[in-house]
């Protein structure tokens, strides 16, 4: 994954200079914004590999859950950056409009379709490590590229045919909005990941459900999901069981966390177990009741804690 964002880090630096130098010798806004963009997937592969790092480093007592969060909060800052620079290149565009420059056409061609076989392959290469969401943010920015800079080919070769010189002003706009609504996904998963909320994709009512599905759990109450970092999920619940053996409440644990994995790729949990007092699990609850062997064990009462990591 490092050596990916390596590569990709060096090959957009040699992009920017050849676009800015282009586009000024051209008179192409649309050049220029295409620098100003790739500028700020310079920024976002340099975050993301700071991330990266990040992100390997184990646990301490001060930082009891990693750096895990480090790669979301990089993904945020390259979204809501996109976004600003966004409107910067819409707004630049609204004044071309109003006030036309002649545009080199084939210069912005030519840079146009190197711009497109280099960001091919680094969106091809970063598609094969976007398993989470920055690494995600990171592809969805060299995807934009490619398609963006791909308009700008054929916007140049309008501008060589026709001479009508308001394409260029036009394919920004185009590249703007390209870049801020991809943008919008990315802020939204990550707000939700640091404000814990539940995962994406993920039905609360679906966990509780499976969580009750299993034989000897009576009832899930106070139960909270979230994400400590784009592909780790954590949960804590207070279960119901019925007055159980320390070893029988065990096995139940054990079944109710490789419901969560298997399910739900919930690897990290604390469940905390309470007694039903006064009742049977089965006629009280409504749930599975278990078999005779468990059911009538000896009796145990109190609180049981269960955690899998």
């Known amino acids: 994954m490092q050596r990916v964002l390596r590569i990709s880090l060096a090959l957009t630096f040699a992009y920017i200079l050849l676009t800015l130098l282009a586009g000024l010798h051209a008179h192409s806004l649309a050049l220029i914004s295409e620098a100003g963009h790739n500028a700020s997937d310079f920024l976002a592969l340099l975050l993301s590999l700071v991330a990266v790092y990040l992100q390997s480093r184990p646990a301490s007592d001060s930082k009891t859950y990693g750096y ?28 071309r409009f109003a006030h036309p420059v002649a545009v080199a056409s084939r210069t912005m061609m030519t840079v146009a379709a190197i711009g497109v076989c280099m960001n091919g392959v680094l969106a091809a290469m970063l598609a094969r490590v976007s398993h989470d969401v920055n690494m995600r943010s990171s592809f969805l920015h060299m995807l934009g590229d490619t398609l963006s800079t791909a308009a700008v080919i054929v916007g140049g070769a309008v501008i060589y045919f026709t001479g009508r010189t308001w394409i260029d002003p036009a394919l920004s706009v185009v590249i703007a909005a390209l870049v801020f609504w991809s943008s919008i996904a990315i802020v939204k998963e990550t707000l939700n990941i640091l404000l814990e909320g539940t995962p994406r994709g993920m039905s609360l009512a679906a966990v509780r459900q499976a969580m009750q599905s299993v034989p000897g759990v009576c009832g899930v109450h106070d139960l909270h999901v979230w994400s400590l970092g784009s592909n780790l999920h954590a949960l804590s619940s207070h279960v119901t069981i019925p007055d159980l053996p320390l070893s029988e409440s065990a096995r139940v644990l054990a079944e109710l966390n490789e419901e969560l994995r298997a399910k739900f790729r ?10 039903l007092e006064g009742a049977e699990c089965a006629t009280a609850q409504g749930c599975l009741p278990m078999d005779d062997t468990l059911s009538h064990g000896h009796p145990h009462s109190g609180t049981h804690h269960g955690h899998a990591h």
């Open 68 to 95: 895990q969060r480090a790669g979301v909060l990089v993904a945020f800052v390259n979204a809501t950056t996109l976004m600003g620079i966004a409107i910067w290149i819409a707004v630049a565009a609204i004044e």
């Open 266 to 275: 919930i690897l990290h949990t604390t469940i905390q177990f309470e007694n």
